[in-house]
C-alpha cells in the first residue's frame, strides 16, 4: 500500500536522550576493545611490584604474550594462558657481572609447589635474561630469582608471584556491556514505537523505525571490530616499506642521513633509555647478532637502534646505554634525532608512537630486516625472536645481494 506525504505515517529519529546514551555505550565498548598497553612496571618505586633492589641495581621481571598483544607488558598477573616470555633485566651497577638463577614453581592447592622450569646460575653480560615458559589459566605461580656472592653482594633470592586468569576472564566484560548495549538499542526502539506509533493500516510496518535500529546495531558492531579488522591487516596494508632518507644524528653527535645506508642489509629496532624489559631484552637480541656477524658487521651489515623518545635520549645518553649494553660500535648505531623525522621513520613501518597514558614513551616491539635497497624483506616479533635464526637471515640476504 503507497502513501502519499498527506497520508504516510510520519516516525520521528530516536530521542536525544536515547541517542547520546546509546552512542557513549558505543564509544566506551570501543574503548575496552581496542588493545591498550599494560602497564607492568607502574612507574617503578617500592611499591612496583615488578622490580626489586639490591644496592645500587634494581632486578625487573616482565612477562609478554605477544601471540595475543605484541604490545602489553605484565608481571604479577597476565590475562590469559599459553606461551609467556619472561625478562629478567639487571639495570647497571653492583648486579652486573654477578651469576643469578631463576626458577619458576606452580603452586598447589596446598603449600606444595613443583618447578616447572629452572635456569642454573649465570653471568649474562647485558645484565639480560630471555626465556619462554608456558603457563595455565587459573594457576598461581612463583618466579625465584636467586643472586650468588659477588662483590660487596651476599646470596640473595627474592620470589615474584604471578598469576593466570581464565581465559575467558579478559572477555566477559567486554560481552557484557556489548549484550548491554544491543538491549539498549532494543528497549529503545520498543519504547519509541509505543510511544509514537499512530493510527495505520495493519500490514503497515514502521520501516524508517527498524531502519534506523538495524543501522544503530550494524555501526554498533562496527565501532566494535574495527580495531581488530585493522590489527589483522595493518602488516597487508604496508607491503615493503622504504627506509625514508631523512636526517638523524647518531651516538657521536654525528648526522647521520639514512639513504646513505643503502648498499648494506640493515637490521632495525626502536628502543628509549630507562625501559626495562622491551628496550633491554630487544638491545640484548640485537648484541646476540652483533656477536654472531663477525667481519660482515659495520662492513655489510648495520645494526641500527633509533630511540623513539628523541626529546630526552640525547646522543651522549645513547652513546652511556650502548657502552653499558656492551653495543659493538663499529657497526651498530644508536640514533636519534628531530622527533618529526623519527616519527616518520616509525610512521613509515606501520606504527605509531604515541605517548602511554601515564606519559611515558610507547614500547614498540617490532623488529625489522632491510635488504640493500632500504626495503623491508622480513618483520620479527622482538619479544620472540630468535638471534640465530634472524643471523641466519641476513646472512641469507647477503648471499642473495640484499634482496
Given at each position: 500500500?503507497?502513501?502519499?506525504?498527506?497520508?504516510?505515517?510520519?516516525?520521528?529519529?530516536?530521542?536525544?536522550?536515547?541517542?547520546?546514551?546509546?552512542?557513549?555505550?558505543?564509544?566506551?565498548?570501543?574503548?575496552?576493545?581496542?588493545?591498550?598497553?599494560?602497564?607492568?612496571?607502574?612507574?617503578?618505586?617500592?611499591?612496583?611490584?615488578?622490580?626489586?633492589?639490591?644496592?645500587?641495581?634494581?632486578?625487573?621481571?616482565?612477562?609478554?604474550?605477544?601471540?595475543?598483544?605484541?604490545?602489553?607488558?605484565?608481571?604479577?598477573?597476565?590475562?590469559?594462558?599459553?606461551?609467556?616470555?619472561?625478562v629478567v633485566d639487571v639495570?647497571?651497577?653492583?648486579?652486573?657481572?654477578?651469576?643469578?638463577?631463576?626458577?619458576?614453581?606452580?603452586?598447589?592447592?596446598?603449600?606444595?609447589?613443583?618447578?616447572?622450569?629452572?635456569?642454573?646460575?649465570?653471568?649474562?653480560?647485558?645484565?639480560?635474561?630471555?626465556?619462554?615458559?608456558?603457563?595455565?589459566?587459573?594457576?598461581?605461580?612463583?618466579?625465584?630469582?636467586?643472586?650468588?656472592?659477588?662483590?660487596?653482594?651476599?646470596?640473595?633470592?627474592?620470589?615474584?608471584?604471578?598469576?593466570?586468569?581464565?581465559?575467558?576472564?579478559?572477555?566477559?566484560?567486554?560481552?557484557?556491556?556489548?549484550?548491554?548495549?544491543?538491549?539498549?538499542?532494543?528497549?529503545?526502539?520498543?519504547?519509541?514505537?509505543?510511544?509514537?506509533?499512530?493510527?495505520?493500516?495493519?500490514?503497515?510496518?514502521?520501516?524508517?523505525?527498524?531502519?534506523?535500529?538495524?543501522?544503530?546495531?550494524?555501526?554498533?558492531?562496527?565501532?566494535?571490530?574495527?580495531?581488530?579488522?585493522?590489527?589483522?591487516?595493518?602488516?597487508?596494508?604496508a607491503q615493503r616499506p622504504?627506509l625514508p632518507d631523512v636526517?638523524?644524528?647518531?651516538?657521536?653527535?654525528?648526522?647521520?642521513?639514512?639513504?646513505?645506508?643503502?648498499?648494506?642489509?640493515?637490521?632495525?629496532?626502536?628502543?628509549?633509555?630507562?625501559?626495562?624489559?622491551?628496550?633491554?631484552?630487544?638491545?640484548?637480541?640485537?648484541?646476540?647478532?652483533?656477536?654472531?656477524?663477525?667481519?660482515?658487521?659495520?662492513?655489510?651489515?648495520?645494526?641500527?637502534?633509533?630511540?623513539?623518545?628523541?626529546?630526552?635520549?640525547?646522543?651522549?645518553?645513547?652513546?652511556?646505554?650502548?657502552?653499558?649494553?656492551?653495543?659493538?660500535?663499529?657497526?651498530?648505531?644508536?640514533?636519534?634525532?628531530?622527533?618529526?623525522?623519527?616519527?616518520?621513520?616509525?610512521?613509515?613501518?606501520?606504527?605509531?608512537?604515541?605517548?602511554?597514558?601515564?606519559?611515558?614513551?610507547?614500547?614498540?616491539?617490532?623488529?625489522?630486516?632491510?635488504?640493500?635497497?632500504?626495503?623491508?624483506?622480513?618483520?620479527?616479533?622482538?619479544?620472540?625472536?630468535?638471534?640465530?635464526?634472524?643471523?641466519?637471515?641476513?646472512?641469507?640476504?647477503?648471499?642473495?645481494?640484499?634482496?
Open positions: 500500500m503507497r502513501f502519499n506525504r498527506e497520508t504516510r505515517p510520519q516516525y520521528p529519529m530516536l530521542d536525544e536522550r536515547s541517542r547520546r546514551v546509546i552512542w557513549i555505550a558505543m564509544l566506551a565498548i570501543a574503548s575496552w576493545l581496542i588493545p591498550a598497553v599494560a602497564q607492568a612496571h607502574r612507574n617503578g618505586g617500592p611499591n612496583d611490584p615488578c622490580e626489586r633492589r639490591i644496592g645500587t641495581s634494581l632486578i625487573h621481571l616482565t612477562l609478554y604474550q605477544p601471540q595475543f598483544d605484541p604490545d602489553a607488558e605484565y608481571c604479577d598477573s597476565i590475562p590469559r594462558q599459553g606461551n609467556t616470555v619472561m639495570s647497571p651497577g653492583e648486579l652486573r657481572g654477578v651469576p643469578f638463577s631463576v626458577e619458576v614453581l606452580a603452586a598447589g592447592d596446598s603449600d606444595s609447589v613443583r618447578p616447572i622450569l629452572t635456569l642454573p646460575p649465570k653471568v649474562y653480560r647485558r645484565g639480560v635474561l630471555d626465556t619462554q615458559v608456558t603457563l595455565d589459566a587459573g594457576r598461581r605461580y612463583i618466579a625465584r630469582v636467586a643472586v650468588e656472592n659477588g662483590a660487596n653482594i651476599k646470596p640473595q633470592q627474592f620470589s615474584f608471584p604471578i598469576k593466570v586468569a581464565a581465559w575467558y576472564r579478559a572477555l566477559l566484560f567486554p560481552a557484557l556491556a556489548l549484550l548491554a548495549l544491543i538491549g539498549l538499542i532494543a528497549a529503545s526502539a520498543i519504547r519509541y514505537y509505543l510511544t509514537h506509533r499512530r493510527p495505520a493500516p495493519a500490514d503497515v510496518i514502521p520501516l524508517r523505525l527498524a531502519n534506523r535500529s538495524i543501522s544503530t546495531i550494524v555501526l554498533a558492531a562496527f565501532v566494535c571490530c574495527a580495531p581488530f579488522w585493522s590489527a589483522c591487516h595493518r602488516d597487508r596494508q622504504a636526517q638523524l644524528v647518531d651516538n657521536h653527535d654525528q648526522p647521520l642521513s639514512l639513504g646513505s645506508l643503502r648498499g648494506k642489509v640493515v637490521l632495525l629496532d626502536f628502543v628509549h633509555i630507562g625501559c626495562p624489559g622491551v628496550c633491554t631484552n630487544l638491545t640484548n637480541k640485537f648484541g646476540q647478532v652483533a656477536d654472531s656477524l663477525g667481519p660482515d658487521l659495520g662492513s655489510r651489515v648495520v645494526l641500527l637502534t633509533i630511540t623513539n623518545d628523541p626529546k630526552h635520549d640525547t646522543p651522549e645518553a645513547l652513546l652511556k646505554f650502548a657502552k653499558e649494553s656492551e653495543a659493538n660500535l663499529g657497526g651498530w648505531l644508536f640514533v636519534t634525532g628531530d622527533l618529526e623525522n623519527v616519527n616518520r621513520v616509525i610512521h613509515t613501518f606501520g606504527l605509531n608512537n604515541e605517548t602511554l597514558p601515564d606519559g611515558s614513551p610507547n614500547h614498540i616491539t617490532q623488529v625489522f630486516l632491510l635488504g640493500t635497497d632500504g626495503r623491508e624483506t622480513q618483520a620479527f616479533q622482538g619479544m620472540t625472536m630468535d638471534s640465530k635464526a634472524v643471523v641466519a637471515r641476513i646472512k641469507q640476504a647477503l648471499g642473495q645481494g640484499g634482496a
